[in-house]
């Protein structure tokens, strides 16, 4: 069965650049969306197919992808990107839907 | 504005069962696919099932595949899920989403705690 697979933690200071990873085999095949979640509240999407950022994202957030891993990248990050982060692929039917273990991310 | 109201949470023993309800409201409910997703406390998220926007296909995760159950009224805006045969470890949050692959819409979330 496929996997993705994301470092547990990940710690930067504040104005430094955060890079996340999600890897998998199924990545090269399929688009990866990734969810910011904080403590009690529901997760909400950052980055979709890949690259793109909904309407209201912070432009620091960006999505790359190399083979079978992505990355995501939060550029200048701040206090409050502290959080726990999400990569998710799925096929293209929702048949069988996958997320990484999620990464947290410490602002120093 | 797009909202999403989870409801029907709360403890059962292990074995029995629950059904949970997803009201939508401020988009054409008919027109999407919709998801449950859980996460168990401190721990991860985990995708349960979808159903198509027009109930004929639904998928599921392994670890509640035949003993889930998906499903939705259009009319009604609503989207279920019966669990049935409740074990410990489907303990979780469960959170509705929209979306066919992906989420950009959440639900606030429904506890259920599984426990004797």
């Known amino acids: 069965s496929y996997e993705l697979t994301q470092p547990p933690s990940v710690s930067v200071s504040p104005g430094q650049t955060a890079r996340i990873t999600c890897s998998g085999d199924?990545?090269?095949?399929?688009?990866t969306h990734w969810y910011q979640q904080k403590p009690g509240q529901a997760p909400a999407l950052i980055i979709n197919k890949d690259i793109e950022r909904p309407s209201g994202i912070p432009e620091r957030f960006s999505g790359s992808r190399s083979g079978t891993t992505v990355t995501l990248t939060i550029s200048a990050v701040q206090a409050e990107d502290e959080a726990d982060y999400y990569c998710?692929?799925?096929?293209?039917?929702?048949?069988?839907?996958?997320f990484g273990g999620g990464t947290r991310l410490t602002v120093l | 504005q797009v909202q999403l109201v989870e409801s029907g949470g709360g403890v059962v023993q292990p074995g029995r069962s629950l059904r949970l309800s997803c009201v939508a409201s401020g988009f054409t409910f008919s027109y999407y696919g919709m998801h449950w997703v859980r996460q168990a406390p401190g721990k991860g998220l985990e995708w349960v099932a979808v159903?198509?926007?027009?109930?004929?296909?639904?998928h599921y995760g392994d670890s509640v595949k035949g003993r889930f159950t998906i499903s939705r009224d259009n009319s009604k805006n609503t989207l279920y899920l019966q669990m049935n045969s409740l074990r410990v470890e489907d303990t979780a949050t469960y959170y509705c989403a929209r979306g066919e692959t992906y989420y950009r819409f959440w639900g606030q979330g429904t506890l259920v705690t599984v426990s004797s």
């Open positions: 159903m198509w926007h027009d109930g004929n296909n639904e």
């Open positions: 199924i990545l090269p095949n399929q688009y």
């Open positions: 998710q692929s799925a096929d293209s039917n929702a048949a069988y839907v996958l």
